[in-house]
Every structure is written in structure tokens, then in C-alpha cells.
């Protein structure tokens, strides 16, 4: 099944995990930081290692709640591992598709969680159940099929990056899910729905530059043992595009753009 495919894809462990780690509410997920506030409930769907969880914690305080979930039990563990003091914030092992809650959350949150998924609606679906009536689902993911590089990067990343969107279809994920996310939420029945432009741009000379561009090799050298695997790529198109992109970065790169949009609805 696609879904099974999906999940076993989507798997991340070891250093593959550390794209998580650097994540910050306010630099990773700033509509949802602009909608909280204290005494808030809020469920981060697909948490991973919970540092964007911590960070809504950090602003809804004590008196409000906060849970993360994730189905991978490694992750929950190092988010547990890292948040467990902190007031109000729990973690729990759970399927997205399966949340175990019902009009409970003045926010229900998902970031770049769904584009690793077969069934996005239904994961929806699952999520606005859990939203309390009058309650905002948000939901922030790319569009992968719209990435934009000044200049373009060696031949030999473009046709890995190629290789990623295919082995990503292939098993049922949607590499344009930030352009369909609004119909899906209609779909899902929630209303009032918007989709504000997030788009991810390191340009160089930031000083964030060279690990939020260099992200590509990362891949490669991550995701990219996935991809051989699989088929989709032979071990030295994989390494080529590693060290090449690499070199691109050092020497050429001038900007990529990430499309990316923060999708919100509101629950009936």
C-alpha cells in the first residue's frame, strides 16, 4: 500500500534528525507564533523532536497546553528527553491519521509534516476533529515543484533533486501539497480559509546562508542513501550530487527560494 510506502519513506533517524533539532518557533513556523497566546491550548501534529513544540509552550505558558505527536517513538523520546520539565507540554506516540482527541484545541497545528503523507485529507480530517468548535487547524508545507535557485545548480543535483520529487510520487506524496492544501481543507469541511505566502529565501551574505542552502547535500547525503536504495539513483549520481551541489554552494550560490504557505481554516 502507498501508505505503508509513505510512512516507511518518510522515516527520518540518526543525523537525518538534526534538520528538526534547528527548527524554532519563531524562525520555522512565524504564523503560528503570531497566533498564539497565553492560556492557549495547542496540538503539534507530527512534532518530531518538539522544538517548535517547545517553543508554543514557551509563549501560552503555564496555564495553557500544549501536545506534540509523532508515530516515530525515537523522536518522542528526544523531544521527551529535551521538554519534560517544561510546564503544560506533553508528548505522545500517534498516528496522525488516528488522533485520540475530540474538540479539544483552541489551535491544531502540522508543519511540513503533510507532504510526507499518502492520505493528507484524512490526516485533515483527524486534525480538525481535534480542534475545539471555533478552533483554527494550520497547516504550513511546501510545494516542492517550485523551488527556485539563483543560479541554477551542476546537472548533477538537478537530476538527484528530479530523482527525490519521482521517489516521493511514487510512494504517494504530493510534492506541489501547498497548492492543493486549501481545497483539501475545504474538502475537510472547515471554513474561512487562507493561505499567506511563507516562502523560505537564503540569499548570501545571511548568516544563515550556508546550512539553510546547503540543505540539498544534506539530503543527498541523508535521504539520499533512501533514494539508492530504492533504485532511483545509483551510489555515484548520489555522491556526485552531494560534492557538486556542495562546491555549488561554496563557490556560486547566490539564493533559493523554498515555497512555502501557512494554509489556516476554522472549525464550524
Known amino acids: 500500500m502507498k501508505a505503508d510506502k509513505a510512512r516507511e519513506r ?41 522544538a517548535i513544540t517547545r517553543g508554543i509552550a514557551g509563549v501560552v505558558g503555564s496555564s495553557g497546553r500544549v501536545v506534540g505527536t509523532d508515530n516515530n517513538p525515537e523522536l518522542i523520546a528526544k523531544a521527551r528527553q529535551a521538554g519534560g520539565d517544561v510546564p503544560g507540554l506533553s508528548f505522545d506516540v500517534c ?19 503533510l507532504q510526507w503523507l499518502a492520505d493528507p485529507l484524512q490526516a485533515l480530517r483527524a486534525m480538525k476533529a481535534a480542534a475545539r468548535p471555533g478552533g483554527r487547524v494550520l497547516v504550513l508545507d511546501y ?27 511514487d510512494a504517494g506524496m504530493d510534492n506541489s501539497i501547498a497548492d492543493r492544501l486549501p481545497e483539501l481543507f475545504r474538502e475537510a469541511g472547515l471554513r ?61 550560490a547566490v539564493s533559493q527560494t523554498l515555497y512555502l504557505l501557512a494554509v489556516e481554516g476554522v472549525k464550524a
Request: aromatic content about 8%; glycine content about 8%.
Open 10 to 50: 518518510a522515516e527520518l533517524s540518526g543525523k537525518a534528525t538534526n534538520v528538526l533539532d534547528a527548527r524554532t518557533l519563531s524562525a520555522s513556523h512565524g504564523r503560528l507564533e503570531q497566533l498564539l497566546a497565553e492560556g492557549m491550548s495547542v496540538l503539534d501534529a507530527g512534532c518530531g523532536t518538539g
Open 95 to 113: 498516528d496522525i491519521y488516528a488522533l485520540p482527541y475530540e474538540d479539544e484545541f483552541d489551535i491544531v497545528t502540522s508543519s511540513r509534516v
Open 143 to 169: 510545494n516542492h515543484e517550485k523551488i527556485v535557485w539563483e543560479p541554477e545548480p551542476p546537472a548533477s543535483m538537478r537530476s538527484f533533486y528530479a530523482a527525490f520529487l519521482r521517489w516521493r510520487s
Open 192 to 252: 474561512d480559509i487562507t493561505a499567506p505566502p511563507r516562502h523560505e529565501t537564503a540569499r548570501r551574505g545571511d548568516g544563515d546562508f550556508m546550512p539553510r542552502i546547503g540543505i540539498w547535500a544534506d539530503v543527498a547525503a541523508s535521504r539520499g542513501l533512501q533514494i539508492v536504495k530504492d533504485g532511483y539513483v545509483t551510489e555515484d549520481e548520489r555522491a556526485a550530487a552531494e560534492d557538486d551541489y556542495r562546491e555549488w554552494v561554496r563557490d556560486a
